[in-house]
T-cell receptor
Framework: AQSVTQLGSHVSVSEGALVLLRCNYSSSVPPYLFWYVQYPNQGLQLLLKYTSAATLVKGINGFEAEFKKSETSFHLTKPSAHMSDAAEYFCAVSERSSGSARQLTFGSGTQLTVLP | DGGITQSPKYLFRKEGQNVTLSCEQNLNHDAMYWYRQDPGQGLRLIYYSQIVNDFQKGDIAEGYSVSREKKESFPLTVTSAQKNPTAFYLC???????????FGPGTRLTVL
């Protein structure tokens, strides 16, 4: 069974500081990995995804994540936080086997606060 | 514009009533999913459908029902058997050969 752990339910950073949101996964085989962002009372928007190409994945809004198989991690980073980055962020994992329903298993989320 | 629509955005229900949440997509996606979101718990899968006229239970299907009569539509019924239905409900879809799911804007259900 797959699982995702997001370390830190709340993270606060100053505007212009580095953003680091942590995600560790558990899976018997290398999975597909995703980061989604959610603004209040809205749906989820895909930030980036890892599907076994480059291990360093670049996404929208200046975010990137690095897949580290040895550490079973897929941490999300952004060099300089902006006020508009304040939101909830979800890491998710799905199977890569063909024919599967590609169900997503989500972490519990990290609420990012950006301080002026 | 292609996308996923959910209606209504806010829904209020009295205890003991069934209520149906709408989810429509014009992305021509085969797979559709329903999730429930509670504070601090992330998203949990209720039901999913990979093709018309077929659907499977997710992790928390008890008290919910779905149908998939058309490719574009995947309505979710919250029945009176669901003991704690107040939550934010999200619908998603995924196309063939694509790994990520695309989400609708959600419906917030409150039981009075």
């Amino acid at each position: 069974a797959q699982s995702v752990t997001q370390l830190g339910s709340h993270v606060s950073v100053s505007e212009g500081a580095l953003v680091l949101l942590r995600c560790n996964y558990s899976s018997s085989v290398p999975p597909y990995l995703f980061w989604y962002v959610q603004y209040p009372n809205q749906g989820l928007q895909l930030l980036l995804k890892y599907t076994s190409a480059a291990t360093l994945v670049k996404g929208i809004n200046g975010f990137e994540a690095e897949f580290k198989k040895s550490e079973t991690s897929f941490h999300l980073t952004k060099p300089s936080a902006h006020m508009s980055d304040a939101a909830e962020y979800f890491c998710a994992v799905s199977e890569r086997s063909s024919g599967s329903a590609r169900q997503l298993t989500f972490g519990s989320g990290t609420q990012l606060t950006v301080l002026p | 514009d292609g996308g996923i629509t959910q209606s209504p955005k806010y829904l209020f229900r009295k205890e003991g009533q069934n209520v149906t949440l709408s989810c429509e997509q014009n992305l021509n996606h085969d797979a559709m999913y329903w999730y429930r979101q509670d504070p601090g718990q992330g998203l949990r899968l209720i039901y999913y459908s990979q093709i018309v006229n077929d659907f499977q239970k997710g992790d928390i299907a008890e008290g919910y029902s779905v149908s998939r009569e058309k490719k574009e539509s995947f309505p979710l019924t919250v029945t009176s058997a669901q003991k704690n239905p107040t939550a934010f409900y999200l619908c998603a879809s995924r196309g063939g050969g694509v790994n990520e799911q695309f989400f609708g804007p959600g419906t917030r259900l409150t039981v009075l």
